[in-house]
């Protein structure tokens, strides 16, 4: 399938195209399979919604074209500081520091008491954490090191 009618495609289907710096790739992913150029334009708008991902490796039949690089997901360490802001108030910050981890809790020191939380994922596999159970309570995520 030539660029300009992929580009065409992905154009009038969903409205964005990849860069053209990755238009490589996509042309790779699409001769590994036996897709009608519809259905792996269909293909392409689904697994890649924001138009910048590359197709390597995620295409239906083949497992070899590129390579994908996925980050470590982000977990909480030991004597750390994270800090998060409020939803009411963005000037509002409120920082905790890790004082002990296991491999499904965290105790943090906040306001000089030491408490203790499980850890939840989010899609991406990187750790948060919700210190109480209410509807604006702060999310500390570990990415956000302090």
Not at 18 to 29: D, G, H, L, Q
Not at 92 to 98: A, D, K, L, Q, S
Request: aromatic share 12%; net charge negative; proline share 3%.
């Amino acid at each position: 399938m030539m660029r300009d009618e992929f580009d065409t495609k992905m154009e009038a289907r969903f409205g964005w195209t990849f860069p053209a710096e990755n238009y490589s790739r996509v042309e790779e992913a699409y001769m590994a399979t036996d897709m009608s150029k519809d259905a792996f334009v269909e293909y392409c708008g689904i697994h890649d919604m924001n138009g910048v991902e590359k197709l390597c490796g995620n295409s239906p039949q083949s497992a070899d074209v590129g390579t994908t690089t996925k980050s470590e997901p982000a977990k909480f360490e030991f004597a750390e500081r994270y800090s998060t802001t409020s939803i009411c108030d963005h000037e509002c910050v409120f920082t905790i520091r890790i004082v002990k981890r296991t491999a499904k809790t965290v105790t943090f020191t906040q306001y000089g008491k030491e408490r203790r939380t499980k850890i939840h994922y989010d899609d991406n596999g990187d750790e948060y954490i919700m210190p109480d159970n209410y509807s604006m309570c702060p999310v500390y995520r570990a990415k956000d090191k302090k």
